[in-house]
């Protein structure tokens, strides 16, 4: 099992900055990626990252590009998720979420308001 905890949320105005964090405890064995998710009110849960666990390239939504950064530490089980230039449309909850081979761990959401 994997337990995800997300930190950093909160209100921000049109081109500020904000840096979301996510925690990992239990195993990480066999994790091959951590990703963030994000769900807008009344829209559906939509891609915005991921890094895979131990090496390769980062990946992005379009909506994010240039913008987000994505990084991982694998010593301290973190993810973090940095934003910047943010928009009124990033505004939604923010979800961490763990891949595994046949399973995927979610986190509890952290709530991100970009204010124009």
């Known amino acids: 099992q994997v337990q995800l905890v997300e930190s950093g949320g909160g209100l921000v105005q049109a081109g500020g900055s904000l840096r979301l964090s996510c925690a990992a405890s239990g195993r990480m064995t066999n994790v091959i990626s951590m990703n963030w998710f994000r769900q807008a009110p009344g829209k559906e849960r939509e891609f915005v990252a991921r890094i895979p666990w131990t090496s390769g390239s980062t990946s992005y939504a379009d909506s994010v590009k240039g913008r987000f950064t994505i990084s991982r530490d694998t010593f301290k089980k973190t993810a973090a998720l940095q934003m910047t230039s943010l928009k009124p449309e990033d505004t939604a909850v923010y979800y961490c979420?763990?891949?595994?081979?046949?399973?995927?761990?979610w986190g509890q959401g952290t709530q991100v308001t970009v204010s124009s």
């Open positions: 979420n763990a891949e595994r081979s046949g399973s995927d761990y």
